[in-house]
């Protein structure tokens, strides 16, 4: 596996998981894009996904266990729960 380009794939696809963030704070989460009829919902379901396979792949790349990102993610929503 090409390491760089699978972090260039995942910069792409947070890129793009933004963009339909912004989206959905401005327009609404039940609001659809006029030009290609998707619900940002639906948009969000798909970024998401493509965002967190590619985390994968860069996990696999570059081999880095998912189980410590798992962890990581694990302990970083709970001191956000905790905060909040």
């Known amino acids: 596996m090409d390491e760089e380009l699978e972090?260039?794939?995942l910069a792409e696809e947070c890129g793009e998981l933004v963009?339909?963030?912004m989206k959905t704070s401005i327009w609404g989460l039940h609001?659809?894009?006029?030009?290609?009829?998707?619900?940002?919902e639906?948009?969000?379901?798909?970024?998401?996904?493509?965002?967190?396979?590619?985390l994968?792949?860069?996990?696999?790349?570059?081999?880095?266990?998912w189980d410590k990102i798992q962890q990581r993610s694990y302990t970083k929503n709970s001191e956000y729960n905790k905060q909040h």
């Open 7 to 9: 972090m260039k794939k």
């Open 19 to 21: 963009q339909i963030l």
């Open 31 to 40: 609001n659809f894009n006029p030009k290609t009829g998707i619900v940002n």
């Open 42 to 54: 639906d948009a969000l379901v798909d970024e998401m996904g493509d965002v967190l396979c590619h």
């Open 56 to 65: 994968k792949r860069v996990a696999n790349s570059l081999n880095i266990s």
